[in-house]
């Protein structure tokens, strides 16, 4: 069956860094695009950054631009998520999920499968 595992949340300091990776398996992972979501305590979720079949990439959330980068391994099939300058208000717990189409999109009710989440707490 389709799953989405997430990995790689902790606690980290303001300005530090963490890498986030989303396991694939039981679909056409090649074929997918393949988005990533946070929801902090009381806020909705909201559509971070995404990645086409094609590699073609798209950051949604203006607040992480230029900080945080999406790359995938269809050998792997594996997507990562590089997060760098982290700030307190990054804290969230980050999904990755499968569009239901092969495009990517910033509204949740487009993805069909979600992984279990992971949590990013940044904090001095």
């Known amino acids: 069956q389709v799953q989405l595992v997430e990995s790689g949340g902790g606690l980290v300091q303001p300005g530090g860094s963490l890498r986030l990776s989303c396991a694939a398996s039981?679909?056409?992972?090649?074929?997918?695009?393949i988005g990533w979501f946070r929801q902090a305590p009381g806020k909705e979720r909201e559509g971070v950054i995404c990645?086409?079949?094609?590699?073609?990439?798209?950051t949604y959330a203006n607040t992480v631009k230029g900080r945080f980068t999406i790359s995938r391994d269809n050998v792997k099939n594996l997507v990562n998520l590089e997060m760098n300058s982290l700030r307190p208000e990054d804290t969230a717990i980050y999904y990755c999920?499968?569009?239901?189409?092969?495009?990517?999109?910033?509204?949740?009710?487009?993805?069909?499968?979600w992984g279990q989440g992971t949590q990013v707490n940044v904090s001095a």
């Open positions: 990645i086409t079949s094609y590699g073609v990439t798209i």
């Open positions: 039981g679909f056409a992972f090649y074929d997918a695009a």
């Open positions: 999920a499968r569009s239901r189409a092969p495009l990517c999109s910033s509204t949740s009710s487009n993805y069909n499968y």
